[in-house]
T-cell receptor
Framework: EDKVVQSPLSLVVHEGDTVTLNCSYE??????LLWYKQEKKAPTFLFML????IEKKSGRLSSILDKKELSSILNITATQTGDSAIYLC???????????FGPGTSLSVIP | DTEVTQTPKHLVMGMTNKKSLKCEQH?????MYWYKQKAKKPPELMFV???????INESVPSRFSPECPNSSLLNLHLHALQPEDSALYLC????????????FGPGTRLTVT
């Protein structure tokens, strides 16, 4: 059965800290791994990773995929209170365009 | 305009009621999605429409009936729901060949009494 696992499930850090969120997956016909940020309600798209070892970067956020280890990390440097959210890892398969979400990591950044 | 709108924001309905959730986008996206999200859980895909045709139904009970009347609108008709159907219902849209980059609406918080 296809599965996406995230760790930790929740995390509390202080502003300015650097955090690393982990995602691992088991899936047949893997196409891409996705990261979304969910604040209050609607998830917003962060990154899509398809190739191993190529870092995607957006401001203080960066992510990389390791297809050998079937995993990905999302790094956030110099965290701010506005980074507080649930970070969802997801995958998309080649067979059809279904996004399968992991359980999410709830990040709280305190001043 | 990169917004997906959903109405209503909140809905309380009895188990014998019939109601509809509405979703609208004007980004020219031809793929639209319904997700169900329970508290502290990730979104779960319910339906996918591609070019206004239903392409994926994730074995959703027939008391949920989707409809895509045109390329900008997506409805979810609800009938004879159960209390366990109470959840946040999220609509999303994307370009058909960029299904990884979905734009989500704010959701409708549904409570079934």
């Amino acid at each position: 059965e296809d599965k996406v696992v995230q760790s930790p499930l929740s995390l509390v850090v202080h502003e300015g800290d650097t955090v690393t969120l982990n995602c691992s997956y088991e899936v047949t016909n893997f196409r891409s791994l996705l990261w979304y940020k969910q604040e209050k309600k609607a998830p917003t798209f962060l990154f899509m990773l398809t190739s191993s070892g190529i870092e995607k970067k957006s401001g203080r956020l960066s992510s990389i995929l390791d297809k050998k280890e079937l995993s990905s990390i999302l790094n956030i440097t110099a965290t701010q209170t506005g980074d507080s959210a649930i970070y969802l890892c997801a995958m998309i398969k080649t067979s059809y365009d279904k996004v399968i979400f992991g359980p999410g990591t709830s990040l709280s950044v305190i001043p | 305009d990169t917004e997906v709108t959903q109405t209503p924001k909140h809905l309380v309905m009895g188990m014998t009621n019939k109601k509809s959730l509405k979703c609208e986008q004007h980004m020219g996206h031809r793929a639209m999605y319904w997700y169900k999200q329970k508290a502290k859980k990730p979104p779960e895909l319910m339906f996918v429409y591609s070019y206004e045709k239903l392409s994926i139904n994730e074995s959703v009970p027939s008391r949920f009936s989707p409809e895509c009347p045109n390329s900008s609108l997506l409805n979810l008709h609800l009938h004879a729901l159960q209390p366990e159907d109470s959840a946040l219902y999220l609509c999303a849209s994307s370009q058909v060949d960029r299904s990884y980059e979905q734009y989500f609406g704010p959701g409708t918080r549904l409570t079934v009494t």
